[in-house]
């Protein structure tokens, strides 16, 4: 069983499975490292509308071309995700979060350092904790990539990634939660992966 599901993001769509298709979150947003690391990704970047990909749990969601309508290519796509998780292809290769976790291992050491550290490991903790889930609905997710005097820096990921109504949500729900929850944040700012 397959069905569709839309985001905030036009340009996304949110395709639902009834089976796990990878714990962990997936991020492709060039076909090298889909190549690498995804032969389900890989496959659906080989075709000619395909801009992004993003697989967690049950669901993969797919960033078109802008030059594309989803009513020309939601059925072929549709079509090519049910086939391949039918016929049990690989969605994502052993070693993924590994590799993955160990650049963030890297990043967070560096990170979470001093006064400013404990501020960061807050913030992280709470992104994971309020934002993700409910990001995760609508097909994305939203990564701490770091604080640093009064800026938090995020990486929105997903059917998030260029959303127009990103912006409302960073600035919106997510500014104005961080500020309540940890005074010393003064804006949040999305960057670019």
Do not use: H
Not at 15 to 26: E, I, K, Q
Not at 115 to 132: H, P, R
Not at 156 to 167: A, E, F, I, K
């Amino acid at each position: 069983m397959l069905y569709t599901e839309q985001t905030p993001n036009p340009e996304s769509l949110k395709f639902v499975t009834n089976r796990m298709l990878y714990r962990g979150t997936a991020d492709f947003r060039e076909e090298e490292l889909a190549k690498e690391w995804s032969p389900l990704a890989a496959a659906l970047f080989a075709l000619p509308y395909v801009n992004g990909v993003y697989i967690t749990n049950n669901f993969v969601s797919v960033t078109k071309g802008l030059n594309y309508d989803w009513s020309d290519i939601m059925l072929k796509l549709k079509d090519f995700i049910k086939k391949y998780v039918e016929e049990d292809g690989e969605i994502v290769k052993e070693g993924f979060a590994a590799e993955m976790a160990k650049i963030q291992a890297k990043q967070d050491e560096e990170q979470f350092t001093g006064e400013d550290g404990e501020i960061a490991k807050k913030i992280k903790e709470l992104i994971d904790t309020y934002v993700k889930p409910a990001v995760e609905m609508d097909g994305g997710n939203i990564e701490f990539k770091a604080y640093d005097k009064g800026t938090v820096y995020v990486v929105m990921q997903g059917s998030c990634s260029g959303c127009p109504s990103s912006t409302v949500t960073l600035k919106s729900g997510i500014e104005g939660m961080l500020k309540r929850m940890v005074p010393e944040v003064e804006e949040v700012v999305q960057e670019m992966a």
